[in-house]
Each structure stands twice: as structure tokens, then as C-alpha cells.
């Protein structure tokens, strides 16, 4: 059972314009999410997070907002640039007890320059 | 502050056998959680680890085991290797509340002939 999806594998897009990377959760306990952002070779790099408390959070060229109605969340890259290529991925977390991340399986994004 | 370390970042073993990972935190973290990442499947959890305690478990077999020490350093284990063991295992640590954001390795690379 996958609480929590992924269903772009991968996304290409236009440097300069507007990524948007999509999540969709099914556990209604999830009250914290987060996304990653992963290279060849290289450990998972946090990017940013957002509690359920809010519906939008904001840093620099990305931007994560959350839909808690419709347990979606989506992050948005603007403007992308070709260092954004990587494999995104989105984490949720039940604060209250599990203390554990379940992850999406990844979308892989490529900026065209 | 020194990130997340993971030895060794490769290693190839046979069926049958058995190996040991290890994975420093970052200085003052206290949880170490373990993920197995395969094409297509996303960072599955493994276990998590808190003050020497196992503090949370993924669903994968008896073969996969885990210890932190004193010192927060943690060990993952894998007993009796099978092919489909094949994968890249990260580490990540946190300061220890499950709110709190997970900071990665690079991460061993397994492969199992």
C-alpha cells in the first residue's frame, strides 16, 4: 500500500519556466511533509518542508504548497534552471508517534536549457 | 558541521554472505533512521534508531537488523544476502523529535552477486 505517490516518473521542462512537481498522500495522520531532491550517486538533499498547520511555504525559487482536503501537496520550481535536474522526491510524517518518513517513489525532473 | 557519513560507499558481496554498514550522524543528532532505495521503488524504510533504542520498524525481514551506539553511530546488518538485495542503503539523521527534518549520507552502494 503506497501512502504516498508519485504518479510523473519523470517531467521535462523549459528552462526558465515553471516546474511543478506533484504528491498525493492517502494517510490522513500525515501532518508534515517534506521534499527531497536527489543526484546520481549522492544522499537525498533536503529542500523544503511544510506542516499541516499551514498551505504554503516559501523559499527562494521554491515553493511548497499543501491541499490537506484533497491530501495533495506539489512543489513548484521558478524559475527552473538546468542544475535543477535531479529526482524529486516528497516524504510525509505522522508527527504524533511513528517517527518515520514514508517516501514517494520519485519524479525525475529535466530542465532543458 | 560535519554532514552525514556512510562507510563504505561501495561494496560488492555474494549470496550467502553477510554485511555490515555504518553510518555516522552529524554531530548532536540522536536519530538515525535507515532507508533501502531501488529503481522504481522509491527510499523504503528499513528502521529507526533513538538513544540506542529501536524506535520504529519498516517491513522487511529478520535478515535486516540494525544497533546505535553511545555515541549515536549506528550499524545496519544484513545476514544471509540475496540478489534482490541489491540496492543503495542511505542514512539520515535528525535531532531525535519526528517533526524534525532527516539530513542524508551519500549512501553504501550494495551489489550482491
Not at chain 1, 504554503?56 to 535536474?85: C, M
Not at chain 2, 553510518?23 to 533501502?36: L, T
Request: glycine share 8%; hydrophobic share 30%; with cysteine.
Amino acid at each position: 500500500d503506497q501512502q504516498v505517490k508519485q504518479n510523473s516518473p519523470s517531467l521535462s521542462v523549459q528552462e526558465g519556466r515553471i516546474s511543478i512537481l506533484n504528491c498525493d498522500y492517502t494517510n490522513s495522520m500525515f501532518d508534515y511533509f517534506l521534499w527531497y531532491k536527489k543526484y546520481p550517486a549522492e544522499g537525498p538533499t533536503f529542500l523544503i518542508s511544510i506542516s499541516s498547520i499551514k498551505d504554503k511555504n516559501e523559499d527562494g525559487r521554491f515553493t511548497v504548497f499543501l491541499n490537506k482536503s484533497a491530501k495533495h501537496l506539489s512543489l513548484h520550481i521558478v524559475p527552473s534552471q538546468p542544475g535543477d535536474s535531479a529526482v524529486y522526491f516528497c516524504a510525509a510524517s505522522a508527527t504524533s508517534g511513528t517517527y518515520k518518513y514514508i517516501f514517494g517513489t520519485g519524479t525525475r525532473l529535466k530542465v532543458l536549457a | 558541521k560535519a554532514g552525514v557519513t556512510q562507510t563504505p560507499r561501495y561494496l560488492i558481496k555474494t549470496r550467502g554472505q553477510q554485511v555490515t554498514l555504518s553510518c555516522s550522524p552529524i554531530s548532536g543528532h540522536r536519530s538515525v533512521s535507515w532507508y533501502q532505495q531501488t529503481p522504481g521503488q522509491g527510499l523504503q524504510f528499513l528502521f529507526e534508531y533513538f538513544s540506542e533504542t529501536q524506535r520504529n520498524k519498516g517491513n522487511f525481514p529478520g535478515r535486516f537488523s540494525g544497533r546505535q551506539f553511545s555515541n549515536s553511530r549506528s550499524e545496519m546488518n544484513v545476514s544471509t544476502l540475496e540478489l534482490g538485495d541489491s540496492a543503495l542503503y542511505l542514512c539520515a539523521s535528525s535531532p531525535g523529535d519526528s517533526s524534525e527534518t532527516q539530513y542524508f549520507g551519500p549512501g553504501t552502494r550494495l551489489l550482491v552477486l
